[in-house]
């Protein structure tokens, strides 16, 4: 207890004194050429839409085949867990 006394008066002094010594910074006004580089040739969100994605022939079958592998390992854990039960 003697030392969080001393501690919590350094800290107080500390926070008291942090905005005199904080340096002032002001920071310019963005420039309109700065604000508007691409106002008029591009939108703002360039992904496709959910709404409108289709996907291609491609990416099915990336997904199909990540999925067979989630299957193949839940099918382990479902044949391991009944063989256990079942003492075979």
């Not at 360039?46 to 085949?65: D, V």
């Not at 479902?78 to 256990?84: C, E, I, K, L, N």
Request: charged share 15%.
């Amino acid at each position: 207890r003697s030392l969080a006394q001393p501690m919590s008066a350094l800290l107080r002094r500390a926070a008291a004194r942090a905005p005199v010594l904080a340096p002032r910074l002001s920071l310019p006004a963005p420039s309109a050429a700065v604000r508007g580089f691409a106002t008029k040739t591009k939108s703002a969100s360039p992904e496709t839409p959910l709404m409108h994605y289709r996907a291609t022939q491609q990416a099915t079958s990336s997904i199909n085949h990540r999925i067979f592998y989630v299957n193949v390992a839940a099918m382990v854990l479902v044949v391991d867990a009944g063989s256990s039960m079942l003492d075979i």
